[in-house]
């Protein structure tokens, strides 16, 4: 709920934020052309898809895209991103209950499930039961489906404790005088926590960012 929070007071400021960084640019189009290599036309989950900044490409790509996300003011951005496309594609934005994850084992958010799924800019990081989320995902995407998702890189300290079995380790950001927690988790850690649900099928560091290219597979 903090990193809920978080998201709710910098949404207006948030595009800004990325903008500022001239390497998210190239990082966004790594994660693009990943995407697009990966995962044929069909209805994908843009998990934690926050102001919307993937909408135009998935949906002039013609993917079928449902909208996941839990920042009421974020995901209010995204509507709006998205009816000003001048030919706007098919986006369905889940809203309520079903924007919670952690509630998906008992009633889900949408059927027919997804052929893939979409989380984007260290979505995954703001989360810090990843045994949860990767139950949760694994209910919403078809066997063979597949997960690209751009998570922080850890360092050797965050692979020590994550070989030891200990909790991931957090940074705090701050902006504005508003927190968020960021949980680091290491491809020892996603193995773990995704193994009965996922194949491990690539993570890739990128050169000149703090982010990696991680890819799961449904089993």
Not at 133 to 140: A, Q, T
Not at 206 to 212: D, E, I, N, R, Y
């Amino acid at each position: 709920m903090r990193n809920i929070f978080f998201y709710d007071q910098i949404a207006q400021d948030y595009d800004a934020i990325m903008e500022e960084e001239r390497s998210n640019g190239l990082v966004r189009q790594k994660v693009i052309r990943k995407f697009l290599e990966t995962v044929a036309p069909g209805r994908v989950l843009d998990f934690g898809g926050g102001t919307g900044s993937d909408l135009g490409w998935l949906t002039d790509h013609y993917y079928h895209v449902i909208f996941c996300e839990p920042s009421v003011k974020m995901k209010d951005l995204a509507i709006r991103r998205h009816q000003r496309k001048s030919l706007p594609g098919h986006v369905e934005f889940l809203s309520g209950p079903a924007v919670d994850f952690t509630g998906w084992n008992r009633d889900l958010p949408f059927y027919p499930p997804a052929d893939a799924i979409l989380a984007n800019f260290a979505v995954i990081n703001c989360i810090e039961d990843i045994d949860t989320l990767f139950r949760s995902l694994s209910l919403v995407v078809r066997p063979g489906g597949s997960l690209i998702a751009l998570l922080l890189r850890p360092n050797w300290r965050h692979t020590l404790r994550s070989m030891a079995g200990l909790a991931p380790g957090t940074l705090e950001v701050r902006y504005k005088g508003y927190e968020q927690t960021v949980y680091v988790h290491t491809p020892v850690a996603v193995r773990r926590a995704s193994g009965d649900y996922f194949d491990f099928s690539g993570w890739r560091s990128l050169h000149g960012s703090v982010f990696s290219i991680l890819h799961l597979t449904r089993k």
